[in-house]
């Protein structure tokens, strides 16, 4: 007789996997709280995400610099007329930031992650063909407060399998997101 893993306990050891490889060198660790929805089959996710920044700018100009971010998210899928499901997943976000006077600033930043669905079922008619899936991702944000610890974004995120197996649907969500940094 075959035992199937928890998909919680396959999600945890994911996200605890992300986090011992992260850089040392970090400005610290944030949270974020995310909402997002997709047209397709009426789904609508809710999740955590834990993140770091690195220390050290990529790229330093006059105005603007280039910033690398680790991700690991964790999210609920409520899906209408199928079975809820969750995703983990992992993503390295570049963010170009323009410092605004008081510790603030104005960015926008891209991403390909890596995602891993408990399921593939969304609708009765409709099927993501692997659990496992490629999300890319851009966004817009402003961050606040003192040293620029809060901020608010939208993103747009195209969760797909790349082809790995056909048909490809894919799905596309509107995300907003609020993250504060310890």
């Known amino acids: 007789m075959r035992t199937r893993a928890p998909h919680g306990l396959l999600a945890a050891c994911a996200l605890l996997a992300t986090v011992a490889a992260w850089p040392a060198r970090a400005e610290g660790v944030d949270g974020s709280l995310t909402a997002a929805a997709a047209a397709e089959a009426g789904v609508r996710k809710f999740g955590v995400v834990v993140g770091t920044t690195r220390a050290d700018p990529l790229w330093q100009g006059q105005e603007w610099r280039l910033l690398l971010r680790h991700e690991v998210e964790l999210a609920a899928w409520r899906v209408p007329k199928a079975r809820d499901l969750v995703e983990a997943g992992y993503?390295?976000?570049?963010?170009?930031?323009?410092?605004?006077?008081?510790?603030?600033?104005?960015?926008?930043?891209?991403?390909?992650?890596?995602?891993?669905?408990?399921?593939?079922?969304?609708?009765?008619?409709?099927?993501?063909?692997?659990?496992?899936?490629?999300?890319?991702?851009?966004?817009?944000?402003?961050?606040?407060?003192?040293?620029?610890?809060?901020?608010?974004?939208?993103?747009?995120?195209?969760?797909?399998?790349?082809?790995?197996?056909?048909?490809?649907?894919?799905?596309?969500?509107?995300?907003?997101?609020?993250?504060?940094?310890?």
């Open 91 to 182: 993503s390295p976000v570049l963010r170009l930031e323009r410092p605004l006077a008081g510790g603030g600033a104005l960015f926008l930043e891209g991403s390909v992650g890596a995602r891993l669905l408990s399921r593939t079922r969304v609708a009765p008619d409709r099927g993501l063909s692997t659990a496992f899936h490629f999300a890319d991702m851009v966004g817009v944000g402003v961050q606040w407060g003192r040293q620029g610890r809060s901020s608010l974004g939208v993103r747009c995120q195209h969760l797909s399998n790349l082809g790995i197996k056909r048909p490809n649907p894919g799905m596309d969500f509107l995300q907003v997101r609020y993250t504060r940094r310890f």
